[in-house]
């Protein structure tokens, strides 16, 4: 079964550090560009940023530049999002998504991290 | 940036009505546009791709048309499973995505 599993809910503080994960299985990791999409609560989608595990090639939607930091770990079929100081603001949910290249459609979405940025 | 204007924000239909969402390319985006459905507390899921082609799997009761700069997508007879926020989104080859703002959809 192809999916992507992602890490759990995060509770932090403004101005620590974060890291949340999205592992791939069932498919070519290396092959697909793996996306991340923020919904802040009650909103809508925002695109992220995107990156290509196969050579880490990464592009970033400019809303989203300087903010975070997205990588990938193909030896383990793993992309992250990361932030080195959070703020309130960032509470969101965050979801991983496969892009195809065909049609440039997310087809597989992981199952989304809660972060909650709180004092 | 290409901006994408989805209407209407909100929708309440019965039960076997035919819905229709409309998004609006702020350029010509030729049919590079999908559709995602997102149910309460779930991520989303991809519906249309391409603006007109059904993703596997999905019934045949959703439909997406358009090019260009005006896209619809149509639910032919709402069904209750149906209740969800949907999204259009369009990408260019940066590779760079927007979605629009999204349309929640109610049962009346």
Redesign the interface.
């Known amino acids: 079964e192809v999916q992507l599993v992602q890490s759990g809910a995060e509770v932090k503080k403004p101005g620590e550090s974060l890291k949340i994960s999205c592992k791939g299985s069932g498919y070519s990791f290396t092959s697909y560009w793996i996306g991340w999409v923020r919904q802040m609560p009650g909103k809508g989608l925002e695109w992220m940023g995107i990156i290509y595990p196969g050579d880490s090639d990464t592009r970033y939607s400019p809303s989203f530049q300087g903010q975070v930091t997205i990588s990938a770990d193909k030896s383990i079929s793993t992309a992250y999002l990361q932030w080195s100081s959070l703020k309130a603001s960032d509470t969101a949910m965050y979801y991983c998504a496969r892009r195809r290249e065909r049609d440039d459609a997310f087809d597989i979405w992981g199952q989304g991290t809660m972060v909650t940025v709180s004092s | 940036?290409i901006q994408m204007t989805q209407s209407p924000s909100s929708l309440s239909a019965s039960v076997g009505d035919r819905v229709t969402i409309t998004c609006q390319a702020s350029q010509d985006i030729s049919n590079?546009l999908?559709w995602?459905q997102?149910k309460p507390g779930k991520?989303?899921?991809?519906l249309i791709?391409?603006a007109s082609?059904l993703?596997t799997g999905v019934p045949s009761r959703f439909s997406g048309s358009g090019s260009g700069t005006d896209f619809t997508f149509t639910i032919s007879s709402l069904q209750p499973e149906d209740i969800a926020?949907y999204?259009c989104?369009q990408?260019d080859n940066?590779?760079?995505?927007?979605?629009?703002?999204?349309t929640k959809l109610e049962i009346k």
Do not use: C
């Not at chain 2, 940066?94 to 999204?102: I, M, N, S, V």
């Open positions: 940036d590079y999908n995602y997102q991520a989303p899921k991809l791709y391409d082609n993703e926020t999204y989104q990408y940066l590779p760079r995505y927007t979605f629009g703002q999204g």
